[in-house]
């Protein structure tokens, strides 16, 4: 099948790598002429494990432009995959949706053969059928599921593990606007043996939104039973080892720690909130999820003062990119806690092995380590990342505050505190 993906970034660079590898043509569009010479040279535009092995193995089946115009002319199926970042009030930022939809609308005005157009991109449940829709028939004179298909196939990738997510998802969740489109797309994920559910498109828009939500509330979850078992001197990752054996709950995101960050949580739940406020609801638990989130580098904060006078002093960070295996700092959890450093005087230094050229762009004027081992020179030390290489120093002799229970850290610190243990 002849496939063209609109946007590059974590979503789309997967989603149409992982189709060339599956033996389809597919055509990359962006306004980032950058990002499509990594492509066209087999490199991949963002950081993301496996991704650019399948780019090069696929070269031959990958195309790049700037046109959707072309794109789309010269392809069957169209995903869209631009970014939806968060507005400052919590609520989603559509113009790059409203901007695809209606150039998808005005190429398909002259397009003859019948063309599927799938949303991936997350967007708050009623987006395509209040939004997309009517800009493509607006701007082609065109009907949905008469000339053109559409339909909503939210994405499950986990920044990190996404090429492993494509290629072994749990489920792939359709929203069908036609049967026509139903059986396009049965046909383009046919050689996947999971679950497939079809439901209408507003249906599966919340599923992925209510997904994320979910997710994000174990972690709050756990944050808020980690900080009671700090109190009474608990560990409560024993706690939630045997909270997890019962399978009605099961022990994924039952993490404690400095909280979560990303492109997904923080930006989903927040926009479901502000849906639910417009809509006339309240939602007080995922109100809550994001007020514990936010809570916990206060948290790190607070015990880093117990043992160090902040001001004036050289406080070390390990890690920065909101988890391990990624270069995305969006919403980490290092960035509020080097606010409050600097705003109480301290001297940071900190270390990432891939986002710190990311973080210099956001926060120039503290000092990025060449190595994390300039990073253990400082009188105190925060772990904020979870990577793998930092469970090999030596913490011997060093004030560690851990926010992700690294096991090295929290055997050889001189002085050690987790943030929920």
């Known amino acids: 099948m002849h496939v063209s993906v609109i946007g590059t970034g ?3 660079s997967v989603t149409g790598a992982g189709l060339a590898e599956l033996g389809n043509i597919v055509t990359f569009v962006d306004i980032d002429q950058e990002k499509l010479a ?10 993301e494990p496996g991704l650019e092995e399948i780019i090069r193995k696929n070269i031959a089946h990958i195309k790049t432009t700037t046109s959707i115009d072309i794109a789309v002319n010269e ?4 995903f869209i995959c631009v970014g939806t970042p968060s507005n400052s009030n919590g609520s989603i930022d559509l113009r790059y949706i409203k901007s695809v939809s209606e150039q998808l609308g005005q190429t398909l005005k002259n397009k003859k053969k019948y063309h599927t157009v799938i949303v991936k991109s997350s967007i708050l449940p009623s987006t395509t059928d209040t939004i997309v829709i009517p800009l493509i028939e607006k701007k082609s004179g065109k009907r949905a599921g008469e000339s053109f298909g559409i339909c909503s196939n939210p994405e499950f990738l986990r920044e990190g593990s996404a090429v492993f997510d494509f290629f072994h998802p749990e489920r792939i969740i359709v929203g069908c606007h036609d049967e026509k489109t139903r059986r396009q797309i049965k046909k383009l994920y046919s050689s996947f043996a999971c679950t497939k559910m079809f439901t209408d498109i507003r249906t599966a828009e919340m599923i992925k939104y209510a997904s994320n939500a979910f997710l994000a509330t174990k972690v709050s979850f756990a944050n808020e039973i980690g900080n009671i078992c700090k109190k009474l001197c608990i560990d409560s990752y024993e706690v939630f080892k045997g909270v997890g054996m019962d399978n009605r709950i099961n022990p994924h995101f039952l993490r404690s720690g400095v909280g979560f960050g990303g492109s997904c949580f923080p930006k989903d739940v927040n926009a479901l909130i502000r ?8 939602p007080r638990i995922l109100s809550s999820v994001i007020t514990t989130n936010d809570r916990q ?6 015990l880093l003062k117990k043992h160090v006078s902040v001001k004036g002093k050289t406080i070390g960070l390990l890690g920065l990119s909101f988890k391990p295996g990624t270069d995305d700092i969006r919403e980490s959890r290092a ?7 600097q705003k109480a005087g301290a001297n940071i230094v900190a270390y990432d092995p891939v986002a710190m050229t990311n973080l210099q762009e956001l926060i120039p004027d503290i000092r ?13 030390i925060l772990i904020i990342t979870e990577w793998e290489e930092f469970e090999h120093l030596d913490y011997s002799g060093k004030i560690v505050i851990d926010g992700r229970r690294v096991e090295k850290a929290r055997n050889e610190a001189k002085v050690y505190e987790g943030v929920c243990w």
Not at 38 to 47: D, E, S, T, V
Not at 75 to 78: I, R
Not at 368 to 380: G, N, T
Request: net charge neutral.
């Open 335 to 341: 960035i509020p806690l080097i606010k409050k450093l």
């Open 38 to 47: 990594q492509i066209r040279c087999g490199k991949a535009p963002i950081i």
């Open 297 to 302: 580098p206060e948290k790190m904060y607070s």
């Open 10 to 12: 974590y979503v789309g």
């Open 75 to 78: 392809t069957d199926v169209t």
């Open 368 to 380: 990025y380590a060449e190595s994390p081992v300039s990073v253990l020179q400082s009188d105190a």
């Open 275 to 282: 849906q639910a406020q417009d809509l006339g609801e309240k």
